[in-house]
């Protein structure tokens, strides 16, 4: 029987099997063929659980009483819905001018009062040191350099 998790599970298929096909088309640099780890490794490490999750939502059992409605949910917030994707774009517009700290830091703070937290210091701990964190990891330790204009502007970053 065809229900809503399955049409779902096989749309993520799709979308899985073509991301691991525009995976394989990453140019790779000199020399970087024969190594473990290249750009191809990891998009096609999701491609690959992306299709296993699909195939576990398309051949799992349905759950009793599934598909009886038409599929809306009164008690679904729109209105935080629509409030949280505007924040993504405003994230999306403001990285690149106010720094991957700031915005990164403001947008999961903002993201997290939306979504119900109010305690002020689990927002603070929640975010600022996981994007200071990963923001370290990427420079010190992957070499991936972010352009961040507040930490270049208090010394940190050149």
């Known amino acids: 029987m065809l229900t809503k998790d399955r049409v779902f599970g096989l749309l993520f298929l799709a979308l899985s099997i073509a991301y691991g096909v525009e995976a394989q088309g990453i140019e790779l640099y000199f020399g970087a063929?024969?190594?473990?780890?290249?750009?191809?490794?990891?998009?096609?490490?999701?491609?690959?659980?992306?299709?296993?999750?699909?195939?576990?939502?398309?051949?799992?059992?349905?759950?009793?009483?599934?598909?009886?409605?038409?599929?809306?949910?009164?008690?679904?917030?729109?209105?935080?819905?629509?409030?949280?994707?505007?924040?993504?774009?405003?994230?999306?517009?403001?990285?690149?001018?106010?720094?991957?700290?700031?915005?990164?830091?403001?947008?999961?703070?903002t993201g997290y009062a939306l979504l119900g937290e109010r305690n002020i210091k689990v927002l603070i701990l929640a975010s600022i040191p996981v994007v200071a964190a990963f923001q370290f990891l990427l420079h010190s330790v992957l070499g991936v350099y972010i352009y961040d204009p507040f930490l270049v502007a208090i010394g940190l970053l050149e």
């Open 33 to 109: 063929a024969g190594s473990d780890f290249t750009a191809r490794t990891f998009p096609t490490f999701l491609s690959f659980a992306g299709g296993v999750v699909a195939l576990l939502m398309i051949v799992t059992p349905a759950a009793r009483g599934e598909d009886a409605g038409d599929g809306f949910d009164p008690k679904f917030l729109w209105g935080k819905f629509a409030l949280l994707i505007l924040v993504m774009i405003g994230y999306g517009l403001t990285i690149k001018t106010i720094g991957f700290l700031i915005a990164t830091s403001a947008f999961l703070m």
